[in-house]
C-alpha cells in the first residue's frame, strides 16, 4: 500500500516501510513574467550517479528495473502445441475433417492466424464472401448441411479472478459450429469446451468423437493426468452435449516419453503410451482400445496390448480387415536393439489376441522415420545417408515379413503407395544445386523393388514445407490431370540478408515416368493445394492464390486474395491507417499496405507497396523491415527502418494523397546505425522516459549515442557521446539531415518534444566523487532544422519525466545511492526494488550479515528558467517500489510500477508476486504535486504493461492476457480504470486513430478498439 505524508507544497508517497530519504529539501522561488528566477543564485542540483558502481553482486535474481529501452511489454502465453496427427489411420478417419473445405465453388478454409474465411473460387477470380475470427489452434474442421464444426486447441478464455476487476486467460480445446449459409453473416450457433489439448476427431453421422490430453494442471482438467475420449452429440449445433466419456489414467501423458499417440480406425480408437521402468529395463507400450462403433455414441473401454518397445506417433498403429497391426521402435537407450512389427487377431474391441511378429533387419545406429500401411503391405522408412525404404508384405498377418529394401540417396520424408506404384518424397543435400527429389517405383515384386523415375527439384536450400507427420495432408495428387504438386519452401542469403521463397513444384506422372513441370511461386507456406483442369488453387494461412496451369510448365498466378492481416506497426493519416507488415515465418515478405480507418484491419489492403519499393538502391531484409517505425505529416508518411545487416539507418518517404496508388516520393540512407531507432542507454538506475524519436511537424529527431546496444564483453562499450540527427523533410523530394552534438555526459535518457523545443537530461559524475552526479536539461529548438538553436544546459534535480510548456515546469526523478546494514542478501532484496546490491561480511555467506546498497528515488516539481532551476515540491519514492517506465501525459506524468511490499493475490500460478500498479504524478501547472495510484491485479510482472499516454488518459495493454483498458486521470482524486475490450493476441505496438486504439499483433492482425468517453 502506499502511505502519503504531507511536504512543503504537496504530498509525499512513502512505501508502509520506507525510511527517511535524505534527497534535497524544498526550496522556492518566485519567476518573473517572462519565466526567468528572481530567486536565489542557480541551486547546485546534485543527486546520485545512476551508474555508479554498485559492488558485489545483484542482490536478487528478480529483474528489478529493467533498462530504459524496455519495451514494457508483459510475455502473453502462447497457444499450447497440438501433439501431431496423421499416418494410415487417420489419414482416412479424417479425410472429410481438413482445415480447407471445397464445396459448391467455395473455398472454407481456417488460418492459424485469422480464423474462418468462405472464398468464392468459380472460374472469375477469388473474392472473400466472409470472415469470422476466432483464436486457438485448429485442428479439424467439418462442413455440413451449412454449419462448419471448427475444432480448436488451445482456446482461450477469460476468466474472473477473486479480486474485483482482476481475470485471467486458461486455454481449452473448442468445438464452434458456425451457420455458414449465408458467408456475408457467419454466425455462432453453439459451442462446446473440452479441457486439456485436442488432437484427434472424427464425426460419424451426428456423433463427434473427440480425444484429448489432459495433464492434471491445465484448466478444467481432472487431478490426475490422463486421456479422455468423449463423444458429443452435434446434430443440433445449437445444442452441442457430451453422449459419453472415457478418461483413461493408465494413458496418461508421462514426462520421458511424452504424449500418448493417437490412432483412429471407423470402430476403435487406439490410444498408446510408454513407461519405462528405468536402468537397462526394456520400455514397454501400451495401447488401450476404446470402441466407437455403437452409433449412438456409447464408449466402450475396450483391451489393453502390451508390448516391448515405444510407439511414438500415430503412423506406427493401423487397423486392416480385422487385423490389428503396428510397429514398435526400441528405447533410445537401447542402441543395439531393433524396431519390429506386431500383429494382433482383433476378435473384438475387448479381444485381441496376438498373431506374428518379426524384427526388422536395420543396422543397430538407424531408427525408423515413419512408416506407411497399405492393405496387405506396409512400407517403412528410415533416416540415413543412403535412405533404406524397407518393404514388408502383410498378407499373411500370422507371418509379417520383411521382403526387400529401396536405398534411396539422401532422405525419405514421406512414402504414397498408389497400387504396385510408389512415390518418395526426400531430400539429397549432398547432390548440389537439386536437393529435394520425387521418385517413382515399381514394388509390384516387393522383394525387388525398382526404381523407374527420379525427379530433382528446388535450390540449394530447399526443404518440404509441411512437418513429418503432416507431409501427407499438403501434398496433393491430382489424378485427372496426372499431376503431383508438392509445396516445398527454400532458404537462402543474398545481400547480407536471410531469404526464404515459397512455390508448389508440380510433376507430371503416369504409370511408369515422371516430368518435372514449372513450379507456382506463391506468397506464403502452402498448407493445402487443390487444382481444376485449367488452374491450381494454393492456401496458406495469410491468404489464397489461383495460378493457371493450362501450361503446366510456367504456372501464371490469376488471382488472389489474403486471409490475414500482418501488422507490426501503423500509423493514421486522416480516413486512411497506414500498416507494416513482415511475414518471418512462412516467406510472405515484408510490404507497407494502405487500409481504411474505418476497417483498419481488413486483410485485402486498398493498396501495398513491397518493402523492396522503398530500397531502391540498397538491399534490405524483409524480417528486418518489420521493425520501421512509421510518421506522419499531411499526406506524407515517413518510414524510417535498417537496411540489411543492421548496416545504416534508411529513409523513405511515401505519399499516400491517393490511397489507391501511394507512390514512393524519395529515399535516402542516414550515415548512423539503425540502433539509434530503437536503443536508449542501459545505464545503471535512470527511468525509462521519453524515445529515441520525436517528431516536431516535418522534422524527425533521433536521438544518436556512441554506446548503445548490448555488448556482450561490456569493457568493449566505446566511451559515451550523443547526437541529435535532424530530418528536415519540410520538402518531400529532397530530404536534409544534419546533426548536433550534445554536450557530453555520463548519459543521455530518451527525447521529449514541446512544440519545437527537443528536450534530453543527461548526468555527469562528480570528479571528486563518482558515487554521485549532477543532472542536466539541455534544450535544441528545431523549428528551423537548418540553423537549430541550442538552449543554455540546465543544472536540475534528476531526470526529466514530464514537462509542460505552458507553465515551464518539469516533473524528475531524482537518485540517491545509499547503502544499509542488512541480515542477507534476500533482507537485502526486499529492502529495495531499484538496483540493490549485497556485499556480505563473509565471502560467500549470502545468509549472513553484510551490506545493502541501493538506490533511492524521488518524484520532484522543477520551475524552470532560461539558465537555471527551482526545486518546488518533491515526494519520496518508496524503497520497495520499482519504477518499470514513465510516459508524459498532459500536465502529469504515468509511471508503470511494482510495488514489492504489495502482494498481488490475484496470481493463479505460484506464489503470489509484487503488484503492478500506474503510479499518476501531476500538478505541473498548478505547482503542487499530487499522486493517485491504480494497482493492475493480474497483470504482468517485470517489464509491465505496454502503455499509450494520451493527455490526462492512458491506454493499458495487459500482455499476459490480453486486454486493452483506459485510466482516465483527469481527476486525482478519482481515477477510473476501464476495461474497453478483450484482445486475440499479444500487442506489439499500439497507436491511436481518433477515438480507438489500434492494436498490431504481428501474424495474428491488427484490432481496433473504441477507446472514447
Known amino acids: 500500500m502506499f502511505i502519503l505524508f504531507r511536504a512543503c507544497a504537496g504530498w509525499i508517497v512513502l512505501a508502509a516501510t520506507a525510511a527517511s530519504v535524505g534527497l534535497a529539501g524544498c526550496k522556492g522561488g518566485v519567476r518573473d513574467d517572462d519565466g526567468s528566477s528572481s530567486g536565489p543564485e542557480p541551486t547546485d542540483f546534485i543527486s546520485g550517479n545512476p551508474a555508479a558502481p554498485r559492488g558485489d553482486a545483484p542482490a536478487t535474481d528478480g529483474p528489478g528495473d529493467p533498462g530504459p529501452d524496455s519495451e514494457g511489454i508483459g510475455g502473453g502465453p502462447d497457444a499450447p502445441p497440438v501433439p501431431p496427427r496423421g499416418g494410415a489411420i487417420a489419414e482416412r478417419a479424417l479425410r472429410d475433417a481438413d482445415i480447407v473445405q471445397e464445396r459448391d465453388g467455395k473455398l472454407y478454409a481456417i488460418s492459424r492466424y485469422s480464423g474462418l474465411s468462405v472464398i468464392d473460387a468459380s472460374r472469375d477470380g477469388l473474392r472473400v464472401l466472409g470472415t469470422r475470427r476466432m483464436s486457438g489452434t485448429p485442428v479439424a474442421m467439418y462442413l455440413r448441411d451449412g454449419v462448419i464444426y471448427a475444432l480448436f486447441s488451445g482456446w482461450p478464455h477469460v476468466v474472473p479472478d477473486a479480486q474485483p476487476g482482476a481475470s485471467h486467460h486458461e486455454f481449452t480445446s473448442r468445438i464452434e459450429a458456425l451457420d455458414v449459409s449465408d458467408p456475408a453473416e457467419i454466425q455462432p450457433v453453439g459451442s462446446f469446451d473440452l479441457p486439456g489439448k485436442l488432437t484427434e476427431a472424427r464425426l460419424a453421422g451426428d456423433v463427434l468423437y473427440a480425444v484429448t490430453y489432459e495433464q492434471g494442471s491445465c484448466f478444467g482438467c481432472a487431478a490426475a493426468p490422463n486421456t479422455t475420449v468423449t463423444s458429443l452429440a452435434v446434430g443440433d449445433p445449437a445444442e452441442l452435449a457430451v453422449i459419453d466419456q472415457r478418461r483413461l489414467i493408465e494413458s496418461a501423458p508421462s514426462g520421458y516419453w511424452g504424449w500418448p499417440s493417437v490412432s483412429v480406425s471407423d470402430d476403435r480408437v487406439y490410444i498408446a503410451s510408454a513407461a519405462w521402468a528405468g536402468g537397462e529395463e526394456e520400455g514397454r507400450a501400451t495401447i488401450q482400445v476404446v470402441d466407437i462403433s455403437d452409433p449412438e455414441g456409447a464408449l466402450v473401454e475396450g483391451a489393453r496390448v502390451e508390448v516391448t518397445g515405444e510407439i511414438a506417433g500415430p503412423w506406427q498403429v493401423d487397423e486392416h480387415d480385422g487385423v490389428l497391426r503396428f510397429v514398435s521402435l526400441p528405447a533410445p537407450w537401447q542402441p543395439g536393439a531393433k524396431p519390429g512389427i506386431h500383429t494382433f487377431s482383433i476378435v473384438s474391441s475387448q479381444d485381441i489376441a496376438p498373431l506374428g511378429a518379426t524384427e526388422l533387419n536395420l543396422p543397430p545406429v538407424v531408427e525408423l522415420r515413419s512408416v506407411h500401411f497399405d492393405g496387405d503391405r506396409a512400407y517403412a522408412i528410415a533416416p540415413q545417408p543412403i535412405t533404406p525404404v524397407l518393404t514388408i508384405d502383410l498378407s499373411d498377418p500370422a507371418h509379417p515379413a520383411q521382403v526387400g529394401g529401396i536405398a534411396v540417396p539422401g532422405t525419405v520424408y514421406h512414402v504414397e503407395p498408389r497400387g504396385d506404384r510408389l512415390f518418395a518424397l526426400g531430400a539429397d543435400h549432398a547432390a548440389g544445386e537439386r536437393p529435394l527429389h520425387v521418385s517413382l517405383f515399381d514394388v509390384s515384386d516387393l522383394a525387388n523393388p525398382t526404381l523407374l523415375e527420379r525427379v530433382p527439384f528446388g535450390g540449394r536450400g530447399a526443404r518440404i514445407a509441411e512437418e513429418r507427420d503432416s507431409i501427407h495432408e499438403a501434398l496433393a495428387f491430382f489424378d485427372g490431370l496426372g499431376t503431383l504438386a508438392v509445396p516445398y519452401h527454400e532458404t537462402g542469403f543474398e545481400a547480407e540478408c536471410s531469404t526464404l521463397t515459397t512455390g508448389i513444384q508440380l510433376v507430371d506422372f503416369t504409370r511408369d515416368t515422371l516430368a518435372k513441370r514449372g513450379a507456382a511461386a506463391t506468397r506464403a507456406q502452402t498448407r493445402r493445394v487443390l487444382a481444376s483442369a485449367e488452374r491450381l488453387v494454393a492456401v496458406s494461412d495469410l491468404g489464397v492464390e489461383a495460378f493457371g496451369i493450362e501450361d503446366r510448365g510456367a504456372p501464371a498466378k490469376v488471382a488472389g486474395v489474403a486471409l490475414a492481416t500482418l501488422a507490426s506497426s501503423t500509423v493514421a493519416v486522416g480516413d486512411i491507417v497506414v500498416r507494416i507488415g513482415a511475414d518471418t515465418d512462412t516467406g510472405g515478405g515484408a510490404w507497407l499496405e494502405i487500409s481504411s480507418a474505418a476497417s483498419p484491419g481488413l486483410p485485402e489492403p486498398i493498396a501495398r507497396l513491397d518493402h523492396s519499393a522503398l530500397f531502391a538502391d540498397v538491399p534490405a531484409c524483409h524480417d528486418e523491415f518489420g521493425n520501421a517505425l512509421l510518421f506522419a505529416h499531411g499526406q506524407h508518411v515517413y518510414v524510417l527502418s535498417p537496411t540489411a545487416g543492421f548496416a545504416q539507418t534508411h529513409l523513405a518517404i511515401v505519399d499516400v494523397g491517393d490511397p489507391a496508388a501511394p507512390r514512393v516520393v524519395a529515399q535516402r540512407d542516414l550515415p548512423f546505425s539503425p540502433g539509434a531507432l530503437y536503443y536508449t542507454d542501459r545505464l545503471g538506475a535512470v527511468v525509462s522516459a521519453g524515445s529515441p524519436v520525436v517528431q516536431a511537424g516535418s522534422t524527425l529527431v533521433i536521438r ?164 537555471s532551476a527551482q526545486l518546488r515540491d518533491e515526494r519520496p519514492v518508496g524503497d520497495t517500489v520499482a519504477v518499470v517506465q514513465a510516459l508524459a501525459g498532459e500536465d502529469r506524468a504515468f509511471l508503470s510500477v511494482e510495488d514489492r511490499s504489495v502482494e498481488d493475490r490475484s496470481v493463479e500460478d505460484g506464489a503470489p508476486g509484487a503488484m503492478p500498479a500506474i503510479l499518476v504524478a501531476g500538478g505541473l501547472q498548478e505547482g503542487s504535486l499530487k499522486t493517485a495510484t491504480q494497482e493492475l491485479a493480474g497483470y504482468s510482472q517485470g517489464s509491465g504493461p505496454l502503455l499509450l499516454a494520451d493527455g490526462a488518459r492512458l491506454v493499458v495493454i495487459n500482455n499476459d492476457y490480453p486486454a486493452l483498458s483506459v485510466l482516465d486521470a483527469t481527476d486525482l482524486t478519482a481515477l477510473s480504470f476501464e476495461k474497453k475490450g478483450e484482445l486475440s493476441a499479444y500487442v506489439y505496438h499500439v497507436t491511436l486513430s481518433g477515438d480507438r486504439a489500434l492494436c498490431s499483433s504481428g501474424r495474428y492482425g491488427l484490432e481496433a478498439v473504441d477507446v472514447g468517453p
Open 704 to 867: 544518436r549515442a556512441s554506446d548503445d546496444g548490448y555488448y556482450h564483453d561490456e569493457s568493449a562499450r566505446p566511451p559515451h557521446e550523443a547526437w541529435l540527427e535532424l530530418l528536415d523533410l519540410s520538402d518531400p523530394l529532397n530530404p536534409r539531415h544534419s546533426s548536433v552534438e550534445l554536450p557530453e555526459g555520463a548519459g543521455h535518457a530518451g527525447l521529449q518534444i514541446d512544440g519545437t523545443t527537443v528536450l534530453v537530461s543527461r548526468w555527469v559524475p562528480l570528479p571528486d566523487d563518482p558515487s554521485r552526479a549532477r543532472f542536466y536539461l539541455d534544450r535544441v529548438d528545431v523549428a528551423d532544422p537548418s540553423s537549430p538553436v541550442v538552449r543554455a544546459s540546465v543544472n536540475v534535480p534528476g531526470s526529466l519525466l514530464a514537462f509542460d510548456g505552458a507553465s515551464r515546469r518539469l516533473l524528475t526523478m531524482d537518485y540517491e545511492n545509499v547503502e544499509t546494514p542488512a541480515t542477507g542478501r534476500e533482507a537485502c532484496a526486499r529492502a529495495f526494488a531499484s538496483n540493490a546490491a549485497f556485499t556480505p561480511e563473509v565471502a560467500g555467506d549470502d545468509t549472513g550479515p553484510g551490506v545493502c546498497r541501493g538506490t533511492r528515488r524521488a518524484l520532484k516539481l522543477v520551475d524552470l528558467g532560461d539558465t
